[in-house]
């Protein structure tokens, strides 16, 4: 009963520790088990994000300018557009044909729908719509960055854009009434010639095959639209989800009636959507001149590293077991105008330097052995990662095996591995499942901007908890 007593009061003990970063310790002696506290100091620097791998379920469409590093960001996207299984239009004789006896459709239309906008709703952004090339189809089974060309996907033998659209973030044409309703949905409606419904139409009709599914529609019929920024800046909409509408007229033969039909392709996660990002060439030298604190910056903008204390941690306390290891990142009040700043990023993912790409390219979730996740706290300003003593013990090992194998001493192995004790973080977005299980995580790429305690003034402090038997 008094093992079990001190097991509980050690628990408890831990987990108080998860609520406050001030003066955090435990120190217990009972049962010839000892616990104590040693605060260490960590490192920290903004690292450039050249790229990020482009698989986020939102797609982003706009160009803004930073406010605080006053540069330019340029978002565009493409996406494919997908085909419900065994797709069916209504019999060729029902469908009312044009002056010629050939199948035509009424009209056909891109709905982006967004659920968010940057910037002011009242500029304008004009919009080139390039229709995508069916023999020359982008890779669902490949990994395309951030920095990825996707104009190379583009319809080589097309004379110009498809379509042109001047959008805002707001629609003037609809009533305050019907914006305010519970059932409009922000959305982009971009206009296609009517043409390009008939063309796909008659795809139809000349093979069904083509609409089975929607590998074959994309190679055959529809292959997507690249969506490409032409003018315009202050603006910038995330969008879920996009559809293309195409409208036809049927015949009903028993009632002798005509109808207006609708075909619908949704672009889902399902197909491939990839948001292409520019950022200003002079972010580099912006980020090295701001040496005073670090940033978190969105989309692939700016990560924050971490050099862990790991000799420091087991100096001394080679036999210990580390219970604890908490780290708080703690966040400046941001120095732009809050009219235009950006938002501050929701979620950090914390991984090893090494896997700041492969953990994205192999859809990995958080373990809580190498790699976290922390929210962002508004009421103390900081990212919290309660306990990364699984990562410092990692390190520790994955040293020490690598440099048995290589036949050469620790010392000597990190010569040539600099990045062994480096960890960095990274703004996310994740999905969970009802049980509220993380089951994917990509890049955030929102308009996202944190400053944060560390660089050449600061230094982080981790708190580390030991346990030991005497």
Known sequence: MKKLSLYILLAMGLAACDDTTNNIGVYMESDNINASTSIYEATTRSILADSVLGNSNNSYLGRMIDPETHMVIKAEFLAQFSTLENYSFPDYDLVVKDDRGEVQADSIEIRLYYNKFYGDDNNPIKVDIYELDTTNVIREDSSYYSNADLTYYINSKADGPISQKVFTAKDFILSDDELESDSYTPNIRIMLPKEYGSFIMKKYYE???????????????????????????????????????LYFKYRDAAKDTVYVGMSRFAATPEVLQ????????????????????????????????????????????????????????????????????????????????????????????????????????????TYTFSNISNLIAYCRRHRNEEA???????????????????????????????????????????????????GNNDKIQMQVIYSSFQ
């Open 274 to 381: 990839n948001t292409y990002i520019e950022n200003d060439n002079a972010l580099r030298s912006w980020m090295e001149n701001e040496t005073s604190c670090t940033y978190l910056k969105t989309p692939a903008g700016i990560f924050t590293e971490m050099t862990l204390p790991i000799d420091q941690i087991y100096d001394g306390h080679e036999n210990d077991s580390i219970s604890q290891a908490q780290i708080s990142l703690y966040r400046y009040n941001t120095q732009a105008d809050q009219s235009v700043a950006f938002d501050i990023p929701q979620t950090l993912l914390l991984v090893p330097k090494q896997e700041i790409h492969s953990f994205f390219e192999e859809r990995k979730v958080p373990d809580n052995k190498t790699s976290y996740v922390a929210s962002f706290n508004s009421s103390y300003n």
């Open 207 to 245: 093979n069904p095959d083509y609409f089975k599914n929607s590998y074959n529609f994309i190679r055959h019929v529809c292959p997507g639209f690249y969506f490409k920024i032409a003018d315009g800046y202050g603006t910038m909409v995330k969008m879920r989800v996009g559809a293309l509408n």
């Open 404 to 454: 048995a194998k290589a036949g050469v001493t620790p010392e000597e192995w990190v010569l040539t591995n600099e990045d062994w004790n480096k960890v960095v973080f990274i703004p996310v977005e994740t999905n969970e499942d009802n049980s509220n299980n993380i089951v994917s995580v990509t890049h955030d790429m929102g308009l996202g901007s944190a400053r944060l305690v560390g």
